[in-house]
């Protein structure tokens, strides 16, 4: 199997925009490669972060891919050359393995990219633009990504400021009301698409009087004029902010004038410089987080979610190489009654001088220990 990849690691997001194929393109791409006389099957993996075409057949079958993705991307062969990325045989096989588990993400450990793995090769089978090779291959992958999921600390563990942020509104008890000031930002927006995926949390954003795009439907965010933030805060268990304004979006003096309802509130400050004044601590019903807590938290994370990429590789390691004796053993099956036939002709001694001229010493500690056991 080979691998060719163009991803976030050697190309920007608008050149990877020109290869962010549609649907119908992904399709037309890979019915064309298994057309080619060189590739014997191709699966084709498009994401935000990569677009990867992995397939099967002679070494000659890499320049054709490379022609395809230039083709279908409208770029010349010498655009794509700088920024492609090329994977062979085992090495691509164990790229395959740390995508498919988010080692190779952006955001380590997450979990969409197996998913969309999933899928891409999915859709290839219903295609039959797969191979037998192939196919054994991604269903390898992705039982070794479910085990990964499962067996280590890989995922599930947030390492983003907006996540990390959002997690600690959702967890501030019951049914929560979270004021976001800043979400057009780009921390700001991120934060909100976190705290919509909690059930239990309710969305108000600021959004200043001169206008501004909209980001979030009014099904999902109850939009709030800016120059209202503080009434608004009477109504919310939670406020975010994570503006560049550089002056104070909050203040202690103008917050204790405002609000009404004294019950206990968690404000977020993800903004630098800071966004909330931090005499706000010192109101009785308030607590005050900030982005360096975030930060050290991220960083907390990190080191775990590390240690889970370690474990996660030994087990890319294992998976792979039981893989790889599973491919030898079908390429070997065809010959093997023809095979074991000539072996009663050869005369055992000679078998144990080529196994010994062959193999280390551990190698052949091992092929002797079976052979005994056999002979039991």
Do not use: M, W
């Given at each position: 199997m080979y691998c060719i990849s163009v991803n976030y690691k050697k190309a920007d997001v608008s050149f990877r925009e020109k290869l962010a194929f549609s649907e119908e393109v992904q399709h037309a791409l890979a019915d064309k490669a298994v057309e080619n006389e060189h590739i014997t099957g191709c699966v084709l993996l498009c994401t935000c972060n990569r677009t990867e075409l992995y397939f099967s057949g002679a070494p000659s079958a890499i320049s054709a891919a490379k022609a395809l993705l230039s083709e279908f991307g409208s770029v010349s062969e010498g655009e794509l050359a700088p920024v492609l990325m090329i994977f062979s045989e085992d090495a691509a096989v164990r790229h395959l393995f740390k995508v498919a588990c988010g080692i190779e993400s952006m955001v380590m450990g997450e979990d969409e990219i197996l998913g969309?793995?999933?899928?891409?090769f999915r859709t290839a089978m219903e295609r039959s633009c797969t191979s037998y090779e192939l196919n054994m291959i991604f269903q390898h992958a992705i039982a070794c990504a479910k085990r990964i999921k499962t067996e280590t600390t890989l995922s599930g563990i947030p390492v983003s400021t907006a996540t990390l942020a959002a997690n600690a509104a959702a967890d501030f008890g019951g049914q929560v009301s979270v004021l976001v000031i800043g979400a057009s930002g780009k921390i700001g927006s991120s934060t909100v698409k976190n705290l919509l995926a909690h059930k239990n949390v309710r969305v108000s954003?600021?959004?200043?009087?001169?206008?501004?795009?909209?980001?979030?439907?009014?099904?999902?965010?109850?939009?709030?004029?800016?120059?209202?933030?503080?009434?608004?805060?009477?109504g919310a268990d939670v406020i975010i902010s994570a503006t560049g304004s550089p002056h104070y979006t909050i203040t202690k003096n103008r917050l204790e004038e405002s609000v009404t309802d004294k019950k206990k509130r968690l404000f977020i400050d993800l903004a630098v410089p800071h966004d909330i004044e931090e005499a706000v601590a010192d109101i009785p019903w308030a607590s005050l987080l900030d982005i360096d807590h975030f930060g050290e938290l991220a960083r907390k994370n990190n080191r775990v979610k590390m240690s889970g990429a370690q474990a996660?590789?030994?087990?890319?390691?294992?998976?792979?190489?039981?893989?790889?004796?599973?491919?030898?053993?079908?390429?070997?099956?065809?010959?093997?009654?023809?095979?074991?036939?000539?072996?009663?002709?050869?005369?055992?001694?000679?078998?144990?001088?080529?196994?010994?001229?062959?193999?280390?010493?551990?190698?052949?500690?091992?092929?002797?220990?079976?052979?005994?056991?056999?002979g039991e």
């Open positions: 969309q793995t999933k899928n891409a954003a600021t959004r200043r009087s001169c206008g501004g795009e909209v980001l979030f439907s009014p099904e999902d965010v109850h939009i709030v004029g800016y120059s209202d933030r503080y009434y608004a805060v009477n996660a590789a030994a087990i890319i390691e294992k998976e792979t190489d039981e893989l790889k004796k599973e491919l030898l053993i079908r390429d070997f099956l065809p010959e093997a009654e023809h095979i074991g036939k000539k072996l009663v002709e050869v005369p055992f001694e000679k078998l144990l001088f080529r196994l010994k001229a062959e193999l280390d010493h551990k190698e052949l500690s091992h092929v002797l220990k079976i052979l005994e056991e056999l």
